[in-house]
């Protein structure tokens, strides 16, 4: 495999980033869907809600991560949440992750960010082990939570 190369996906990225959001998806106990991920990804890309970069060999997708810009009251300034990093079954630990990371982390510097956050799953242990190595602090102050508005 060539050494893959980290770049900005457009919405013509689409079609080829689908599976592999679908399965990141999966990973996370959701159905799969192929139609939904495309049309996710197509409203993101188009919209301009969001900054995905994906990594990329020998013509395929290996992986990608997805930033949402926002802003932090506190500190009055910009922030991006690094909410999605997938990497292929086939291709992990082998330093695509860190790739995507490291390209999520200039990216967000370049663009005057005095932050990026992210959360992961509690039973996500590799994911942690990489987020730690590349610096990342685990927050033990804040809790986190979540209200549904779907209906039942």
Request: proline fraction near 3%; glycine fraction near 8%; hydrophobic fraction near 45%.
């Amino acid at each position: 495999m060539t050494s893959p190369a980290i770049r900005r996906a457009a919405p013509a990225d689409v079609d080829a980033l689908a599976p592999l959001f679908d399965a990141y998806r999966r990973f996370y106990e959701q159905p799969g869907d192929i139609a939904l991920a495309s049309a996710y990804l197509h409203d993101r890309l188009e919209r301009g809600e969001s900054v995905i970069f994906v990594a990329e060999a020998d013509g395929q997708l290996l992986g990608f991560c997805q930033l949402y810009p926002t802003w932090c009251s506190v500190a009055a300034a910009r922030i991006f949440v690094l909410y999605d990093l997938f990497v292929d079954d086939g291709v992990r630990r082998s330093g695509v992750g860190r790739q995507l990371m490291l390209a999520a982390q200039a990216f967000g510097r370049d663009a005057g960010a005095v932050r990026l956050d992210l959360g992961t799953a509690r039973t996500n242990v590799r994911a942690q082990a990489l987020y730690e190595s590349l610096g990342w602090q685990r927050d033990d102050i804040y809790l986190t939570y979540n209200l549904s508005l779907e209906s039942d």
